[in-house]
């Protein structure tokens, strides 16, 4: 059964506080370990909204860790095995609101470079391919409509903003100025193999992944570990593959719900963002629920 609480902010004392994002809230442990606490935040426009999504937190935790699990042969990830949320977090009590939403994790050097990877025309890639025929300066055939599939999974990276700031888009050659070039390169031929298998496994249970957003990190001897979240739908656009029709905008399950009910409002897309009407928070939330279930059962 869904649970009818919400968190919006996490508050531990047992543990420090090292850096709240739009939606974890990530905890020091010990000098290998970090605790990540995905919370009910939403954020949309790079903002995050008053509004906490129920259920939203637990349900990105089970989505990331069943896609780390099964993408383990492409690229490591961060979890850790060898210390569990009651090593961290002792006391039952506190660490109640944690469960099933929290992840201890290895401490990685956080690579400055957002990896998305795009399998149809949509969202801000729309936009520029109305505006110049490319999406971020790559070049795509002419006539493309709206949310068609593109002729293969294309490389967008951006740059990490500051919590309500905008990410940029960069092309790859900023990517390689950052991280050098055969780390930029691993960065870019890992995230798309990491969409290719997992559009093509989310087909089969009636999911398209329209776009997705990768996050990477490296150990101390520099192997790239995948981080934070993967293919949730807080980093991807997530469709229902059997109402899909080109040319609109397609349903969803993730929060691009939300960005078409904020569309609706005379509010400039910055800081402090709109309240959400109880209706929308409870429907997004179904939308999570559904992409967890079509995709782990």
Known sequence: MPSTDALLDSHLSCLPLIHRGKVRDIYDIDAHHLLIVTTDRLSAFDVILPTPIPDKGRVLTAISRFWFERTRHIVPNHLADDLRLEDAVPDAAERAPLEGRSMV?????????????????????????????????????????????????????????????????????????????????????????????????????????????????????????????????????????????????????????????????????TPPGPELPPEIAARTADKYREALRRLTT
């Open 105 to 269: 994790v290895k401490k990685l050097r956080a690579l400055p470079v957002e990896a998305i990877v795009r399998g149809y025309l949509i969202g801000s890639g729309w936009k520029d391919y109305q505006k110049t025929g490319a999406v971020c300066g790559i070049a795509l055939p002419e006539g493309l409509r709206l949310a068609d599939r593109l002729p293969e999974p294309t490389y967008t990276p951006s740059s990490k903003a500051a919590v309500g700031e905008h990410d940029e888009n960069i092309d790859y050659a900023a990517t390689v100025r950052l991280l050098g070039e055969s780390l930029a390169r691993q960065v870019r031929d890992t995230s798309l193999r990491l969409y290719r298998e997992a559009a093509e496994y989310a087909l089969s249970r009636g999911i398209i992944i329209a776009d997705t957003k990768f996050e990477f990190g490296v150990d101390e001897a520099g192997a790239l570990h995948l981080i934070d979240e993967a293919l949730t739908p807080d980093s991807s656009r997530f469709w229902p593959a059997d109402t899909y029709a080109p040319g609109i905008s397609p349903p969803s399950f993730d929060k691009q719900y939300v960005r078409d009910w904020l569309e609706t409002l005379d509010w400039n897309k």
